[in-house]
């Protein structure tokens, strides 16, 4: 089978789930879509199951965060259809305050621990998980890792003033 056009996959898209999913771009050709907690798996549902669009390879599912949004915590699914050789990404932003999504573990067993990870270091709770607890840190850790919430750089190090460097 030829690869799906992304004009064909976002009609496709549209007819099922119409104003539920928005167009977020397509950088280096792969279409990135937007939609809310509540239709996640509805959609990626219909990805996998479709007779024509085939997505039955979850490539990964890991988390951003982005301070200065309004929703700063997303979620990012990717996708491939084996059969056609297209791929998709797929994004779900959600609240500081309420973290939770519901599990892609019901449609693949796989994301498992991806979602693990993904909860490890950016503190997203995907409900209904069989075993949702820290895969990388130390169970007893309070903080989420990859969340901009910490300076970078200790502002009280002695070793990076200027007069060391003759300024």
């Keep these: 089978m030829a690869q799906i056009p992304n004009e ?20 280096y050709g792969l279409l990135t879509v937007e939609t809310g907690r509540e239709q996640i798996i509805d959609l990626l549902t219909f990805l996998k199951t479709d007779a024509a669009l085939k997505f039955i390879f979850l490539t990964d599912i890991t988390g951003v965060h982005y301070p200065e949004q309004e929703r700063p915590i997303g979620v990012i699914y990717h996708l491939h259809s084996l059969t056609t050789n297209t791929r998709i990404r797929i994004k779900v932003f959600l609240a500081n305050e309420d973290v939770h999504i519901p599990t892609a573990t019901v449609l693949w067993d796989g994301a498992n621990w991806m979602e693990r990870e993904t909860y490890d270091l950016f503190g997203v709770i995907f409900d209904g998980h069989p ?8 169970d007893d850790m309070t903080a989420f890792p990859m969340r901009k919430e910490f300076p970078l750089e200790d502002p009280n190090r002695v070793d990076k003033k200027d007069y060391f460097f003759g300024r």
């Design 8 to 27: 064909e996959l976002l009609k496709r898209i549209g007819e099922k789930f119409d104003q539920q999913v928005t167009v977020v771009g397509e950088p």
């Design 131 to 138: 075993d949702l607890r820290r895969i990388l840190n130390v």
